[in-house]
């Protein structure tokens, strides 16, 4: 099924430092949504977002909805080893149903 | 406040077998409900969703089928498990198209 261009698939970072990642698609989206998941978990909403331009923080964590409509970023600010996981986006195109297209997810390793 | 469970949370079946993993949404009505797969390493896969009791939409043809006996109940199930059934499966549910959120999941191995 369409799926969502994330990148970078993965990173390994140091403790501390920023991260940054982000999704595009061709199509418009009205909902963008940012998920953690750790392993043999469900995958937890971080952030939503609703308006084309929207900047929503969560602790150190800030997503944005790009103002075309077909991207978003997540930054996470001094990264610490719980933040270890699997990150993914979602959306849901303009006009769709109630489906959500899902990225293929970036995977985080965090070096103390 | 609502909650989302799934269960079993481990499954090992033999190839041939039954299947049924159950879903249940608390602190909310007449929710949208996903089943997703997620293979090892891999993202999501939609296997069904489903807007209203009795109302399915199938996103990949399989063995695998899925019902809505309840407004808040959602069950996937399998006449015969094949190998390629292994994975995560998760269930999931949103009101309108704005948040979705996901159950711990069921992790079934076929052996």
């Known amino acids: 099924g369409q799926q969502l261009n994330q990148s970078p698939q993965s990173m390994f970072i140091q403790e501390g430092e920023d991260v940054s990642m982000n999704c595009t698609s061709s199509s418009i989206f009205n909902t963008w949504l940012w998920y953690k998941q750790e392993p043999g978990e469900g995958p937890v909403l971080l952030i939503a977002l609703y308006k084309a331009g929207e900047l929503t923080s969560n602790g150190r964590l800030t997503a944005q909805f790009g103002i075309t409509r077909k991207d978003s970023f997540l930054n996470i600010s001094a990264s610490i080893p719980s933040d270890v996981g699997i990150y993914f986006c979602?959306?849901?195109?303009?006009?769709?149903?109630?489906?959500?297209?899902f990225g293929t997810g970036t995977r985080l390793k965090v070096l103390a | 406040s609502q909650t989302i469970h799934q269960w079993p949370a481990t499954l090992v079946q033999p190839v041939g077998s039954p299947l049924s993993l159950e879903c249940t949404v608390e602190?909310?009505?007449?929710?949208?409900l996903y089943w997703y797969r997620q293979a090892a390493g891999r993202g999501l896969q939609l296997l069904f969703y489903?807007?209203?009791?009795?109302?399915i939409s199938s996103e990949v043809p399989q063995n695998l089928s899925a019902s809505r006996p309840q407004d808040r109940q959602f069950i996937l199930s399998s006449k015969k498990l094949l190998l390629s059934d292994s994975g995560f499966y998760l269930c999931a549910w949103s009101v309108t198209e704005y948040e979705q959120y996901f159950g711990p999941g069921t992790r079934l191995t076929v052996t």
């Open positions: 602190g909310t009505s007449n929710p949208n």
């Open positions: 979602a959306g849901h195109p303009v006009g769709g149903t109630y489906k959500y297209i």
């Open positions: 489903s807007v209203g009791i009795g109302q």
